[in-house]
């Protein structure tokens, strides 16, 4: 049996350091993740047609608790499943689908981005646009080392020859202090443009929405983007002063990546299934957003 959980109630100041959450953050997703859990569970004995009296089987090792820590624990530090079943008493095999089951129903209960989040309400949505268009948004991308892919077509299309490696690129646009991820793409090819990734998403916000962005969205005029130096001259002392202050302000979404790549399975070469890329990022960054303090869970969003 591990002793992570015990340790956490022992040493709760600790909790950020060991799973990128406050203490009283993972009691709130423990005690919503629990209720969904149940949910599921009556749905699916609904549906069940039983030949043997309901109650019978071998009852799991571990505590919903702990298979929440066990799953928090791997997106986190990321250990071999290997290493955390040994932590948490239980094979690799049975680490590996508690990880997995549970990284699905934690997607479900965590809204990646605000526009995720209200998408369900045209009404709300409509709001939040108008509301947004208020701002001046930050925009930028982020790219993630992947395994080498066998074939050489696909070798090609994910090479990415900034990074000289493999890479899927996800993108981040956010408020303009940082402190709300108000839309996410996760899981383009690492060649890929940045501004063709943001053309793509344009859509979700409204069409007078203004942006802030990099050099590498340099050509929309949607986006407030630094002045590139031209060819056979410098750039003048005034205006890098005015690149470094565009700049000043484009850090928050600095600040946001880095909390992404906290979660060590959204920064290194990314060790699961290319299929499971899009749900376990955007499940980090659903945690970002609980732990940052702009996405609250209680048990009404289970209902």
């Given at each position: 049996?591990?002793?992570?959980p015990e340790?956490?109630?022992?040493n ?9 959450l ?5 009691q ?17 004995e609904?549906?069940k ?36 079943g040994v932590q ?12 997995h ?12 981005s ?45 090479y990415?020859g ?5 890479t ?10 940082g402190q709300?991820i ?27 929405q ?17 002045q ?22 484009r ?7 880095r909390?992404?790549?906290?979660f ?17 990022i ?11 303090g702009?996405l ?5 969003v289970?209902?």
């Amino acid at each position: 049996m591990s002793n992570i959980p015990e340790y956490l109630e022992k040493n709760q100041q600790e909790s950020k350091r060991l799973i990128g959450l406050e203490y009283e953050q993972l009691q709130q997703l423990i005690a919503a993740a629990e209720l969904l859990h149940q949910q599921k569970d009556i749905e699916i004995e609904q549906r069940k047609v039983r030949i043997n009296k309901a109650g019978g089987g071998r009852r799991p090792k571990l505590s919903v608790k702990d298979q929440i820590i066990l799953t928090l624990v791997y997106l986190h530090p990321e250990p071999t499943f290997q290493m955390l079943g040994v932590q948490f008493g239980v094979s690799e095999s049975t680490a590996n689908d508690i990880f997995h089951y549970w990284s699905e129903l934690l997607r479900e209960l965590l809204p990646a981005s605000l526009l995720e989040q209200v998408k369900k309400n045209p009404g709300e949505y409509k709001w939040v646009q108008e509301i947004l268009a208020e701002l001046e948004l930050i925009v930028d991308s982020c790219e993630q080392p992947i395994p080498r892919p066998k074939d050489y077509q696909e070798q090609k299309k994910f090479y990415s020859g900034k990074k000289k490696n493999h890479t899927l690129k996800n993108q981040l646009i956010v408020t303009p202090n940082g402190q709300e991820i108000v839309d996410v793409i996760v899981g383009k090819p690492g060649p890929t443009s940045d501004i063709n990734i943001w053309r793509e998403g344009q859509s979700k916000l409204a069409p007078t929405q203004k942006f802030k962005g990099d050099k590498g969205y340099i050509g929309e005029v949607q986006i407030e983007t630094p002045q590139k130096k031209p060819r056979a001259r410098e750039l003048s002392q005034e205006e890098k002063q005015k690149n470094r202050e565009k700049a000043s302000e484009r850090i928050f979404v600095e600040h946001v990546i880095r909390l992404l790549k906290i979660f060590r399975v959204a920064q290194e070469r990314f060790r699961l299934r290319a299929k499971s890329y899009q749900r376990i990022i955007l499940l980090v960054c659903g945690l970002v957003r609980l732990r940052i303090g702009t996405l609250f869970i209680n048990s009404s969003v289970c209902d």
